[in-house]
């Protein structure tokens, strides 16, 4: 199906009601009711340009294609959840009938910090509405290469982890600098798995970068690498929190600064993630945002205390940008060598071991990930999970992945994996998530049974 190059955008709203951590937390209903108000007031719904779509429910498989939830897909999952990740999924259909030309959904809860195993919620997220639109994407359309470009102030670890050893997933982040915020991750030396280098880029930035440095960022490293790289689809995880009134960050990001950077990352789909600045940032980045996307004048968008001129970067950190950027250049200029290099030194398989912290719900997990080095396809993966809640047990898990495209080689040893682990009482649940079937299969080693989506 032909996507139409010009035609409307599509936009869908969904401020989730029902759902919130807490009745004060910053991640609640009214980051969108006042964008709404804004938005309306702006006239954007009466214009031929914008088309709103009304959100619907993402199914329980469309989540376990990208995420292992422990011990189910519908333990961690609110109606609330399904309608933000539905709403992607309208989006992207949309899209590929050729109805719009782009769109963007305002929804929350957000995404961005779930990893592929879910035994909870970490960073507001429980599970990641930008991973679950790209694998539906790619399962309905067909769709090979694709690139996320997370411009949240936070790193978007959980979109990391998901992509990491996928060589057709370019993932760039940029955030402030994990040493001065939550998630404390996102350094330049975390670049993907051996099979997929310099696939995951970070971009960590000084607190107080202004307009100047993220455009400068865009401009000299973005830009470029997605014309290296040629994606079939560019998807935008939109953070507002780079903003200069945001009250979890330290950025100075304005809402023209952020209008524009939509305008030259011209993005297929954007996915709202966080921003907490309900009444001072949102309406006014969001709304630039829109208009940008349906190629309107946004020059009038401004917040109400902006004033130009205000936010000057110092030579430090305009310094500090340059050598950042340069240094991934490098890595970028350098990738396929990167890869050889790193498959040179492995066996048959890649291994490495993790520690994921639970913000929300205090839940410490530790991971062992093994990846098939595989002549013929990517590889299939194991993680070996287990996570603790205070000072017992929570849940521990045994999950099996099957890339697309997987040998038979693999396909055989991994259905020996999870058969292997099925009665194995270390471990309560076993996963099989096979790709190229679209199956999802989980065993309860305690009850005996067994779950198919
Ligand atoms: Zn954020
Ligand atoms: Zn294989």
Redesign the pocket.
């Known amino acids: 199906m032909a996507r139409s190059k010009t035609g409307k955008t599509g936009l869908i709203f969904f401020p989730a009601f029902d759902w919130a951590i807490s009745p004060t937390h910053p991640e609640r209903e009214e980051r969108l009711l006042y964008t709404r108000d804004q938005i309306f007031e702006e006239g954007l719904m009466d214009l031929p340009q914008i088309e709103e779509y009304k959100p619907r429910l993402a199914e329980m498989k469309d989540v376990a294609r990208v995420h292992f939830c422990v011990p189910d897909v519908e333990a961690q999952v609110t109606e609330a959840h399904l309608i933000a990740a539905g709403s992607t999924l309208t989006l992207a259909d949309a899209m590929e009938k050729g109805e719009i030309r782009n769109g963007f959904a305002l929804v929350r809860p957000p995404g961005h910090h779930s990893m592929r195993v879910v035994h909870g919620n970490r960073g507001f997220c429980n599970v990641n509405n930008m991973a679950i639109m790209v694998e539906y994407l790619r399962t309905k359309y067909g769709h090979k290469r694709i690139a996320i470009v997370d411009t949240d102030v936070h790193h978007g670890d959980g979109s990391q982890d998901i992509f990491w050893h996928d060589p057709n997933v370019l993932f760039i982040s940029f955030h402030q600098d994990g040493r001065t915020l939550y998630p404390g991750s996102g350094f330049t030396n975390e670049m993907g798995g051996p099979q997929a280098l310099a696939r995951t880029l970070n971009v960590p930035l000084p607190p107080g970068t202004t307009d100047e440095g993220i455009h400068y960022v865009l401009d000299e490293l973005v830009l470029p690498i997605l014309k290296d790289f040629q994606p079939d689809l560019v998807l935008n995880s939109a953070g507002q929190d780079n903003h200069y009134t945001d009250p979890l960050a330290n950025m100075r990001f304005s809402a023209q600064g952020y209008a524009l950077l939509n305008e030259k990352l011209s993005p297929d789909l954007c996915v709202l993630e966080g921003g907490y600045a309900i009444e001072s940032a949102l309406p006014y980045v969001n709304t630039g945002i829109i208009q940008a996307m349906a190629g309107l004048d946004y020059s009038h968008v401004r917040e109400p205390d902006f004033v130009p001129g205000r936010f000057v970067q110092s030579q430090e950190m305009t310094r500090e940008i340059e050598g950042t950027v340069q240094h991934l250049q490098e890595i970028w200029e350098e990738r396929d060598a990167l890869v050889e290099g790193a498959l040179a030194e492995l066996g048959d398989f890649y291994r490495r071991r993790k520690r994921i912290f639970y913000d929300t719900d205090m839940i410490n997990e530790s991971q062992e990930e093994a990846v ?1 080095i ?7 993966m194991t993680i070996a999970s287990s996570a603790q809640r205070g000072y017992g047990i929570l849940n521990s898990a045994y999950c099996v992945s099957l890339p697309r495209g ?2 038979s ?2 396909r055989e040893d991994a259905r020996e994996e999870y058969e292997e682990h099925v009665g194995d009482r270390k471990f309560g649940y076993v996963y099989l998530q096979d790709k190229d079937r679209d199956t999802f299969r989980s065993f309860n080693n305690m009850t005996r049974t067994q779950k198919n989506y």
């Open positions: 098939r595989c002549p013929d396809c990517a590889g299939y997987a040998c080689s693999c």
